[in-house]
């Protein structure tokens, strides 16, 4: 009698159907694409912004608005990252959708990857922002370019962002009966399922479908590209203006310097007062100029690394948005998956390689890296700091006795 009952039972649930197929494994991801680049790539991510906001919180380059926004920048990828490639690692390894698990699940995993996506893209074309103005606009900067504005530009563009993507913390997912199908007939059962999208038909899914994809595309990709470009192309003119007439300053005032003041050969041989009171005047309009375009490298290396941020998301970013544009609404048709899996992937790295660039275009980055890889060996080699001790103490000594 059991046993009648038990095949019975497993004959029914082999009958029970959901209204709309629940997204799966096959849903999103091609069996094709190579599973394990998102968990390096998510390993790399994860080291290199815990790296760069560990660097950007140092004194020497804490005190920069330029650095304060990089800084958060790392925070907000490390969340990308969790959120987004931690999901792909989910889905891959234990076929697990989150999101299917319940309407908290469904909405709070929404909101937050849309969210920090969106304040990543904000804050990289805040840096764009802040170097225009640093470098187009001097008399405006000592307002805008610095720590409190950078901190109360965050925090507003942490509003707008929540306030973009509100919405899915309260219309999106919602909950349907499964039914039976049982001698061609149709049972609704008390089985219930979590499907994370908006409910066809309803106002919210005219707004989601399209209108909310294309607000999506727009402010992770479209305006983000607009503004750099802009940014870039006033900063490297105005560099480039810079570096033309600092060149021609320096070879013009140099030879100037020495008619102005008569340094010529009878001059120089018949009095050597003169010739050492203009050696020492030269030397101080050269540590003037010197001072002058140290400032300027300052400025340089800043916009190198700005540039290459920009560059690297243009470069991962740009070919997403593209495809999204061209074929919007087809990322699960079986012919695109390989595409969209590898673009997709793409679009991660921006979050994951940007401490490569700032080591390569930033010799403050790097000097911050080395400092701190020093102070980590003072601290755990204590023999060493004994060392430098008696070491300091001896060239103390030698001094006193010269």
Known sequence: MTETVI??????KSYIHSPYPLETYEDYLDPKFPSYVTVLL?????????????????????????FIYLRVLC???????????????????FKFVIRNQSIIMCRMHTFLTYWSTHLSSFIIASVSVDRAIATNFIGFAKFYC???????????????????????????????????????????????ACYCASLYGTNYDKFMNPYFQWLDLIFYAILP??????????????IFMSNKRMESKLSRNSFAFLRANGA??????????????LSTRFKKSFIRQNTKSNRFNKTLHLTYTLVSINALFICLVGPLAVVLITIKGKEKVTENKLLFNILYILAYSNHSFNFIFYGLSSPPYRIAIKNLIHSKGRTSNPSWNTSQCYRSKSIRTNKSDK
């Not at 959120?83 to 792909?88: A, K, M, N, P, V």
């Not at 010529?264 to 009171?277: C, G, I, M, Y």
């Open 7 to 12: 095949t019975q039972n497993e004959f029914i």
């Open 42 to 66: 998510l390993i790399i991510g994860l080291f290199g912004n815990s790296l760069s906001a560990l660097v950007f919180n140092k004194k020497p380059l804490k005190k920069n608005s330029t």
């Open 75 to 93: 925070y907000v990828d490390i969340l990308v990252l969790f959120f987004g490639l931690g999901d792909i690692i989910l889905i891959t390894y």
């Open 146 to 192: 610095t720590q409190k504005t950078a901190h109360k530009i965050i925090i507003s563009l942490g509003f707008l962002s929540a306030l973009i993507n509100m919405h899915t913390l309260f219309f999106l997912g919602y909950h349907e009966n499964y039914f039976l199908y049982f001698n061609s007939t149709v049972f609704v059962t008390n089985k219930t």
């Open 225 to 238: 590209f607009i503004v750099m470009f802009l940014c870039t192309f006033f900063i490297l003119r105005v």
């Open 264 to 277: 010529t050969p009878t001059d120089t041989e018949a009095n050597a007062e003169p010739k050492t009171s």
